[in-house]
């Protein structure tokens, strides 16, 4: 059981920010998703629930950044330097691997529409 709540709007300029929420019921390790029109559904970052490790995809390592409030359970995405490329329907995920296919996620948010214009 997972919630996504974005925050930041869901058009933004190439080189900007945005921030992604999303809110997960229980403690279980969170990952995000993105699926870009006619793509497959694409690992972007994840995070363990009771420890800092994180993982990255390679397009967005050094740019996007993955955290979570314990207290709140909450896990962010915070998105800068967006490209055209990142240009998709982000996920949040739940009940899986740090890293893994979407197959192997349990709980998924409902997504939300990214779009960066150049």
């Known amino acids: 059981q997972v919630q996504l709540v974005k925050s930041g709007g869901d058009l933004v300029q190439a080189g900007g920010s945005l921030r992604l929420s999303c809110a997960a019921s229980?403690?279980?390790?969170m990952a995000w998703f993105r699926q870009a029109h006619g793509q497959e559904r694409e690992f972007v970052a994840g995070i363990y629930w009771l420890t800092s490790q994180t993982d990255y995809a390679d397009s967005v390592k050094g740019r996007f950044t993955i955290s979570r409030d314990n207290a709140k359970n909450t896990v962010y995405l915070q998105m800068n330097s967006l490209k055209t490329g990142d240009t998709a329907v982000y996920y949040c995920a739940g009940g899986g691997p740090l890293r893994g296919l979407s197959k192997d996620y349990r709980y998924w948010g409902q997504g939300t529409q990214v779009t960066v214009s150049s």
């Open positions: 229980g403690r279980t390790t």
